[in-house]
T-cell receptor, first 114, second 114 residues
């Protein structure tokens, strides 16, 4: 399967600042990527579907102006959390659509907003 | 809408003993079913999936799961676990008619005791 990396693995930022998380598909051309968030002891929740060269599709309840997604190339999608607040602290995970109903996941990014 | 229930958040089991991780789902449409595994500090990896055909599916490392439509279940089993099976296991469903969106359960932490 595809190898997917995320950077950074952990980030701490102050309330009101913005933080960017990168998701890279190292050996697979990813037309479609997904962004999830996971709260402690809860399941992964799909935030948005990122399509290369077009606007992302956001799930209901996810603010697109707060969670900016850019998928400018077949190997990179970025998630920017704008004006972060403590309630945005979470584990953010990206995945690559590998076809045949299979996704390849990154290791996740732990965001802490103080 | 789909939902996935993993009733057991933690399952401790002795090495070489059998194990069953339970997964039940709810959906108004036909679904595909998946088990993903997450080893420490790694991204989720597909363990096995049911798309069609035989209701019993197997992984390369000895796990199996059986799709039971009447009970809306997709329990994961292994007859003899190893220390290396210690990980978090996630059950997921995907709508057959929709995009490749995955809906996850809350996960089950399997701990194999020497």
């Amino acid at each position: 399967g595809a190898v997917v990396s995320q950077h950074p693995s952990r980030v701490i930022c102050k309330s009101g600042t913005s933080v960017k998380i990168e998701c890279r598909s190292l050996d697979f051309q990813a037309t479609t990527m997904f962004w999830y968030r996971q709260f402690p002891k809860q399941s992964l929740m799909l935030m948005a579907t990122s399509n290369e060269g077009s606007k992302a599709t956001y799930e209901q309840g996810v603010e697109k102006d707060k969670f900016l997604i850019n998928h400018a190339s077949l190997t990179l999608s970025t998630l920017t959390v704008t004006s972060a607040h403590p309630e945005d602290s979470s584990f953010y995970i990206c995945s690559v659509d590998g076809g045949s109903y299979e996704q390849y996941f990154g290791p996740g990014t732990r965001l802490t907003v103080t | 809408a789909q939902s996935v229930t993993q009733l057991d958040s933690q399952v401790p089991v002795f090495e070489e003993a059998p194990v069953e991780l339970r997964c039940n789902y709810s959906s108004s449409v036909s679904v595909y079913l998946f088990w993903y595994v997450q080893y420490p500090n790694q991204g989720l990896q597909l363990l096995l999936k049911y798309l069609s055909g035989s209701t019993l599916v197997e992984s390369i490392n000895g796990f199996e799961a059986e799709f039971n439509k009447s009970q809306t279940s997709f329990h994961l089993r292994k007859p003899s676990v190893h220390i290396s099976d210690t990980a978090e296991y996630f059950c997921a469903v995907s709508d057959r008619d929709g995009a490749n969106n995955l809906f996850f359960g809350t996960g089950t932490r399997l701990t194999v005791i020497p």
